[in-house]
């Protein structure tokens, strides 16, 4: 045990913590992003879809480990930040660090920040609601509702921009640190990186996009009561 906590103080030790609650993270975007399809098919379906998943005592403990990963990943990040901020000498920071690293690795700090900012409002959207409302409201309505409103959908797209930035990062540095980052995998791994920056955020677009434009509420509520 004493061993584990000295490897987790030590700066190897946070960024495998990182890279590990991250790929967590991504895989949970996968099966979200999968599930949320099922929007694509009308109220009757989402609502049994996210019934079952609210039943399902598998999913239920799942869900501890991925509220744990949402509060240890940007946790960790901060502490590696400020260490890392402490450590390097403004000049270096200046010079070397805008010569050498990419645009999406030295703005990870912030897309981070952000996609956070993101997920506070959207767990208020519809986790809370959902969970905790006397009166259950229904998933798909409260989906319909939400992307009813243009802002909230800007709001949306903007923070799917900056999702797929932090994951355009995150997703190569996880490997890098966990030392899978090597030649005979790096083509895959750019493949399947280009997946998680670029199609998963793809796919979450479309749902504001075709509620707001071609599934307005209107529609949506006539289509409920079987009006066409
Ligand atoms: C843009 C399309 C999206 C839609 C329509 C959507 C919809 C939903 C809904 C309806 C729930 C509540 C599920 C329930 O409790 O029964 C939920 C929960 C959640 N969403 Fe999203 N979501 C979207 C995008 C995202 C993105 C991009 C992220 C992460 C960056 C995310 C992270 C979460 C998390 C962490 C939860 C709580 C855990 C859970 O209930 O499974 N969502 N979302």
Redesign the pocket.
Known sequence: MEKLIAFYNSSIGKKVTMSLTGLF?CT??VE??V??MI?FAGREAFDSY?EF??ANPI?RAV?YL??AS?LFHPLVGLLLWINNKRARPQKYDVYMLKENTPLASRITMLTGSL?FL??VV??RT??IP??FAEVKPS?YG??VE??SSAPYCAF?LV??VF?AYHLRHGFQSAFQTLGLRTKSYIGLLDAVAFIFWFII?LG??A??IYFYFFQPATTAAATALGVH
């Open positions: 993270l949970f975007l979200h992003l599930g949320n929007l996210s998943m609210v999913i869900e991925l509220f949402l996609v993101f997920l959207h767990l519809f986790f959902l969970r998933p409260l989906v939400a992307f949306y923070a799917l999702l955020p979450f677009a749902m504001p």
